[in-house]
Each structure stands twice: as C-alpha cells, then as structure tokens.
Nanobody, 123 residues
Framework: QVEMVESGGGSVQVGGSLRLSCVGS????????MGWFRQAPGKEREMVAI???????KFTEAVKGRFTISQVNANNTLYLEMNNLKPDDTATYYC?????????????????WGLGTQVIISS
C-alpha cells in the first residue's frame, strides 16, 4: 500500500522559512512526477511545485524565487524549501506522487496523496 507522509509544517512569522518533507513508501517502481499542492481555507487546492523523473521542476507563479523543490533517494523523499514566507502562503500543504504522464504532462487524477501538513504565516 502506497503511503505519502508529510512533515515540517508549523507557524512562522512573515519573512520566515520552513522546510517540508514527504516520505513515500509501499512502492518500488518509479514515480513519473512528485509534487506539493496546497489548499487555503475556502479555496481550491492548487499546485505549488512539481518535479519529474528527469529533475525538471515547475512552480506556481506566486512562489517562484522563494520556494525550492528537491527529491532525494531517487524516488521516495521530497522536500519543499520555503523562504520569505507571506500570509498568502498559509494553507495545508499536500505531497503527491503519480506514475501517470500524458503528452509529457504530469497527471494527478490517480495520484497518491498525503494527509497534509499545516503552514500558518503570521504577520
């Protein structure tokens, strides 16, 4: 059974930093893409950052230059380094992994998801 477990959330002040971690288990095959998503209260879940099997990364515009995504242990540990945090970054952050790519794009419809870790940025 595939499991994704996030950690590292917390409460920090504006301008602070956090590093989120995600460890995947229960699989030996390679995931095509892994990523971080977030959902703020009253809003839809949105992609924050993704990394594919080739190491290519993609970020939502709001976090470019502030967040870094990295992957170690080939396939099962994912990090999100978040710097210069802003109140709008407040959300529950979810880790996800998917084997599915269509036309080169990562597809998350059948991804494995963690339960999330909460990030609160206070001013």
């Amino acid at each position: 059974q595939v499991e994704m477990v996030e950690s590292g959330g917390g409460s920090v002040q504006v301008g602070g930093s956090l590093r989120l971690s995600c460890v995947g288990s229960g699989y030996t095959y390679q995931m095509s893409c892994m990523g971080w998503f977030r959902q703020a209260p009253g809003k839809e879940r949105e992609m924050v950052a993704i990394i594919d099997q080739f190491g290519d990364t993609k970020f939502t515009e709001a976090v470019k230059g502030r967040f870094t995504i990295s992957q170690v242990n080939a396939n099962n540990t994912l990090y999100l380094e978040m710097n210069n945090l802003k109140p709008d970054d407040t959300a529950t952050y979810y880790c996800a992994a998917t084997r599915l790519r269509v036309g080169g794009l990562c597809k998350w419809s059948s991804a494995y998801w963690g339960l999330g870790t909460q990030v609160i940025i206070s001013s």
